[in-house]
């Protein structure tokens, strides 16, 4: 029986350096990983620990073999694990970092590069502040109260959630929403930048305040109804008109009863059409 038979094809000439020069030349007695294939065909991993002897007046070779397939499936799935997360991290907007307990950077993504807290200058790789500490990297977190916060999370457990203001000369004030969560015995920070979010709710904001002044100032009276005929809103000029001194009075009643008696049957057609028409 000839054992390199039983090695995987692409482990055999390692294998057979390892019989000839470790185990016979320098009986190393080294433990070594390699793939072997049964006779059914499956492939397995095994480790080896060999040493010379002698056998019935010849030199031989004394093999242990363990079965570490299991170990080298978990730890492939891990591999695997760890690229998908490499690759997400690396292809999200949001800024990934992570801390560890003392709150040094052990890992972030490329868009962290950007992280307007640091300002990094052009050119940077993120190698040039792993290990560095989040005081060094962004030197007003504690006074802001964020770094106590984030001690908490890694003590806790308990995550948080907040958002943040941060002054940024060349662009006005930046925006950012924070999560901050434990991961192993440090922390994991996702950031996101949502400034032009935060533009967009002003300008509603805005607009929605230019429409309220222009709805008050007008002189007709104005009611408006859900598609249920409930009143959600009346100007002032209306409110005058049917006698209410304040909105609470009709929000959420029904708008026939604005109308009189005599007229709400045919109040409530036109409604019936007009909703129907729409």
């Not at 490499?86 to 801390?99: G, H, N, Y």
């Not at 950012?176 to 002003?202: N, P, Q, S, Y």
């Not at 408006?224 to 304040?246: C, K, P, Q, W, Y």
């Amino acid at each position: 029986l000839n054992m390199l038979e039983y090695i995987h094809p692409d482990d055999r000439d390692r294998g057979l350096g390892i019989i000839v020069e470790d185990m016979f030349e320098k009986d190393l007695r080294r433990v070594n990983e390699f793939r072997t294939i049964t006779k059914d065909g499956e492939v397995k991993w095994l480790s080896a620990v060999g040493t010379k002897i002698e056998y019935q007046g010849k030199p031989a070779g004394l093999v242990s073999f363990m079965d570490i397939t299991e170990r080298k499936r978990a730890e492939e799935a891990l591999r695997e694990s760890e690229e998908k997360l490499r690759l997400f991290m690396e292809s999200a907007t949001d800024f990934f970092t992570i801390w560890d307990s003392e709150l040094n950077l052990v890992d972030l993504n490329e868009a962290s590069l950007r992280y307007p807290l640091i300002r990094l200058p052009a050119g940077v790789k993120k190698e040039d502040f792993i290990g560095k500490n989040m005081l060094e990297l962004e030197p007003h977190v504690k006074e802001r109260g964020k770094y106590d916060q984030y001690l908490e999370v890694i003590k806790t457990g308990k995550p948080f959630f907040t958002e943040d203001i941060v002054p940024y000369p060349k662009h006005g004030d930046v925006h950012l929403e924070v999560r901050a969560f434990k991961v192993g015995d440090g922390l994991g920070i996702v950031t996101a930048d949502i400034t032009e979010r935060k533009r967009m709710e002003d300008e509603l904001r805005e607009s929605e305040e230019k429409l309220r002044i222009m709805f008050e100032s007008i002189r007709d009276g104005i009611t408006v109804t859900d598609l249920e005929g409930r009143i959600i809103e009346m100007n002032e000029a209306a409110l005058r008109l049917h006698g209410f001194s304040n909105r609470e009075e009709v929000i959420g009643q029904n708008g026939l009863m604005l109308a009189a008696e005599k007229d709400r049957a045919r109040a409530r057609e036109n409604a019936r059409r007009t909703f129907k028409e729409e």
